[in-house]
């Protein structure tokens, strides 16, 4: 045995023709580790390009679900705005929102932010409007329900 890393990744091709579900040969795998380090980091994992845009609350705002929080309501999503559209102020009264900017250009309060550009607004605070100057794509999280007032 080279080390437990290299025995769990051996062990694992192995049992993998021999479990189906990927929640039964993680438990499985989990009982073989000694060193917690050696289980698996993520309980779960998705592809964007394997999950479908969804109409947001606006029009020419799209919403792809990365994952739900099914205990809290909360929502990581990617948000794609048409280029030329204006998402009024509004709040979010249930939720923090987390946005991280992965591309286009992005207005507020005559303040153009691009590519990684980062904001927070407070669960009840109202932000906006929101001017995309092209097409942006953020990566977005709101730790409770998303809802828009």
């Known amino acids: 045995m080279v080390n437990g890393r290299t025995m769990v990744w051996w062990r694992y091709t ?3 023709s021999e479990f189906s579900g990927r929640r039964s040969l993680q438990n499985r795998l989990a009982i073989l580790c000694d060193d917690p380090l050696d ?3 993520f309980q779960y994992s998705t592809v964007a390009k394997d999950k479908p845009w969804q109409p947001g609350p606006y029009a020419g705002v799209e919403l ?10 909360g929502v ?4 794609k705005f048409h280029a030329g559209i204006t998402v009024p102020a509004h ?10 900017i992965l ?3 992005w207005e507020e309060s005559g303040v153009v932010h691009t590519t990684g550009a980062f904001f927070f607004a407070p669960k009840g605070a109202l932000h906006g409007p929101h001017i ?3 097409e ?5 999280q709101f730790d409770g329900p998303l809802t828009v007032a």
Do not use: I
């Open 91 to 100: 709040t979010h009264p249930l939720a923090n929102e987390s946005v991280y």
């Open 39 to 41: 289980t698996f980091m």
């Open 136 to 140: 942006v794509v953020s990566l977005t």
């Open 14 to 16: 192995q049992l993998s």
């Open 76 to 79: 990581t999503v990617l948000r």
């Open 132 to 134: 995309a100057r092209t």
């Open 103 to 105: 591309s286009g250009e």
């Open 64 to 73: 792809l679900v990365l994952h739900k929080n099914e205990a809290s309501g």
